[in-house]
C-alpha cells in the first residue's frame, strides 16, 4: 500500500481545541495523515506532501499596506510561519487549501489586499457573532464556471458557513476569484495556473457531514498523492 500523503495543517499555539480536532478528522477521513504545525516548533524543517493554512486571527495588515487595528492581538509569529510555509510549498508545487484566514493570507502573499471589515463594506453582511451561531448560520455562496472549485464540488450554488469579519478585496497576482456571495463578498480564489492552490473563505471542516464539503480534502489529499508520484 502507499504510504498516506503528510498533510500539515497551521495552528495558534494556544486556543482552537475544537477546530483542532475537525482540521485532524477531515484530513485522516480524505486519506491524509495531519501534522499540526505552530510557530513555537521548527516548522522550518518540516516535510510535508500538502497543506492547509487554516483559520485564525487577522493577519497583521501592514502586511497589505493598511494601518493595525488598536488594542487587537495580531499573531506576528504565526503570519511569519505561514508566509514561510507558503513560499516553501510554491518553490516546491506542494498542494496548498487556505481556509478564512489561510484564504486570505495566500492573496496578500500574492500582492492582493483585504477588506478589514466587511460590514463597513458591503450592505447586508450583518452577520452572527456567537461562535456557534457563526458556525452554523448558513449563506448562499456562488460557483464560477471553469474553476477548481466547481470541478470539485460539481454545483453551481451552495450553502456555506460565516465566521469571517474579513474578506478579500483585491486579488493578488496569478490568483482568481473562484466563489462570491450575491452582495459581491469573495468566497474563495484560486490560482490560474497548475499548481493547486485553493481558498475558501468559509470553513467546510466544520461542515464534514456533506460529502460535498469532505471532497475539498479529498482533492487536496489526491494531489498530494499525484505530486509524489511524480517525484
Not at 24 to 44: C, D, E, F, R, V
Not at 194 to 219: A, D, N, S, W
Request: contains cysteine; charged residues 25%; proline residues 4%.
Amino acid at each position: 500500500m502507499a504510504c498516506k500523503p503528510i498533510v500539515a495543517y497551521t495552528r495558534p499555539i494556544k486556543k482552537g481545541r475544537v477546530a483542532n480536532i475537525a482540521l485532524k478528522l477531515a484530513i485522516w477521513l480524505a486519506g491524509g495523515i495531519p501534522l499540526k504545525l505552530t510557530s513555537s516548533m521548527s516548522y522550518q524543517t518540516v516535510e510535508f506532501d500538502a497543506l492547509v493554512l487554516s483559520g485564525g486571527t487577522d493577519i497583521f495588515p501592514e502586511l497589505y499596506n493598511k494601518a493595525p487595528k488598536k488594542n487587537y492581538q495580531y499573531d506576528r509569529e504565526r503570519d511569519d510561519m505561514e508566509c514561510f510555509l507558503f513560499k516553501q510549498a510554491k518553490k516546491n508545487k506542494t498542494p496548498v487549501l487556505g481556509i478564512c484566514r489561510g484564504a486570505q493570507l495566500i492573496n496578500v502573499f500574492q500582492g492582493g489586499d483585504l477588506h478589514e471589515d466587511i460590514s463597513k463594506v458591503f450592505e447586508k453582511a450583518q452577520y452572527p457573532s456567537g461562535v456557534l451561531a457563526r458556525i452554523f448560520y448558513r449563506k448562499k455562496a456562488y460557483i464560477k464556471p471553469q474553476t477548481q472549485l466547481k470541478k470539485i464540488l460539481k454545483k453551481e450554488v451552495i450553502s456555506v458557513n460565516s465566521m469571517h469579519t474579513q474578506a478579500v478585496n483585491k486579488i493578488g497576482d496569478n490568483l482568481k476569484e473562484n466563489a462570491h456571495e450575491k452582495n459581491g463578498i469573495i468566497q474563495g480564489e484560486e490560482t490560474k495556473n497548475k499548481h493547486f492552490v485553493l481558498g475558501v473563505q468559509f470553513h467546510p471542516e466544520y461542515m464534514l457531514y456533506t460529502k460535498r464539503m469532505r471532497r475539498i480534502f479529498k482533492e487536496l489529499v489526491a494531489q498530494a498523492r499525484a505530486c509524489k508520484n511524480e517525484a
